[in-house]
């Protein structure tokens, strides 16, 4: 599953690191030829200011996804 967020602060990619390591399962983000794990923080600064894919299994729950993803916008 795939969903689209825009990423504009520190403060949200610190959020979205948390908010990934607290789930039971892989989450990534993905912007351009970028593919990062959304549990390593380093990496994710470099999406400040983009617009990312939030990308996770179809083995996740939809309910579960919409809620992950909400949380991170």
């Known amino acids: 599953m795939i969903k689209e967020i825009d990423i504009k602060s520190q403060e949200q990619i ?4 948390r908010l990934a390591c607290e789930t039971p ?3 990534w983000l993905s912007s351009g030829s970028m593919m990062l794990d959304a549990r390593s923080l380093l990496g994710l600064f470099a999406l400040i200011g983009r617009k990312a894919h939030v990308v996770v299994e179809d083995s996740v729950a939809p309910r579960s996804f919409q809620k ?3 949380k991170m916008a």
């Open 14 to 17: 610190e959020k979205i690191n």
């Open 25 to 27: 399962y892989e989450v």
């Open 68 to 70: 992950l993803v909400a």
